[in-house]
């Protein structure tokens, strides 16, 4: 599980988070997104695309 609550979520955060599946290769991986960290939608709706493109579906933003 990775939990971010920066509140300067950016893709290259996201592109972070890959990076970690890659080098964890867990069989499972959840993350939580502290939602106040994206600046606008946007770029909240792009991070959660791009985790779903490299196989995380578990992707919570609270």
Excluded: H, W
Aim: proline share 2%.
């Amino acid at each position: 599980m990775v939990i971010c609550l920066d509140d300067a979520i950016t893709l290259d955060v996201v592109e972070g988070i890959d990076g970690l599946k890659a080098e964890l290769e867990p069989e499972v991986m959840r993350v939580v997104l502290k939602d106040s960290g994206f600046a606008d939608d946007v770029v909240k709706t792009n991070a959660i695309r791009i985790l779903k493109k490299y196989g995380i579906d578990d992707v919570k933003s609270l």
